[in-house]
């Protein structure tokens, strides 16, 4: 079974910084390529980043380019979220999924999310 367990989630001042992780098994990690999410309270979820199996590809949202930075450990079976510059308007559940490609409509298994909150 394909379990995926996100982590470092937590409360960070408006411009701090945090590195979310998103642990993966059940599966070849290799194999695949891994997003990460968001659903603010009372929103849709939507498309934060992605990268491809290599990791020679990566993919951002608007509003997080230049801010979040995706990654990944295939020896650890780990995908990481970097997000720096952090605004009240990141407050949300992040979840971290993974699928064949990275068009975020493959992802066919889903973490349970981790909360971040920013404070003004």
């Known amino acids: 079974q394909v379990r995926l367990v996100e982590s470092g989630g937590g409360l960070v001042q408006a411009g701090g910084s945090l590195r979310l992780s998103c642990a993966s098994s059940?599966?070849?990690?290799?194999?695949?390529?891994m997003d990460w999410f968001r659903q603010a309270p009372g929103k849709e979820r939507e498309f934060v980043a992605a990268i491809s199996w290599s990791g020679d590809s990566t993919y951002y949202a608007d509003s997080v380019k230049g801010r979040f930075s995706i990654s990944r450990d295939n020896a650890k079976n780990t995908v990481y979220l970097q997000m720096s510059g952090l605004k009240a308007e990141d407050t949300a559940v992040y979840y971290c999924?993974?699928?064949?490609?990275?068009?975020?409509?493959?992802?066919?298994?889903w973490g349970k999310g981790t909360l971040v909150t920013v404070s003004l």
């Open positions: 059940g599966r070849t990690f290799s194999n695949y390529a």
């Open positions: 999924a993974s699928g064949p490609s990275v068009d975020p409509s493959t992802m066919d298994y």
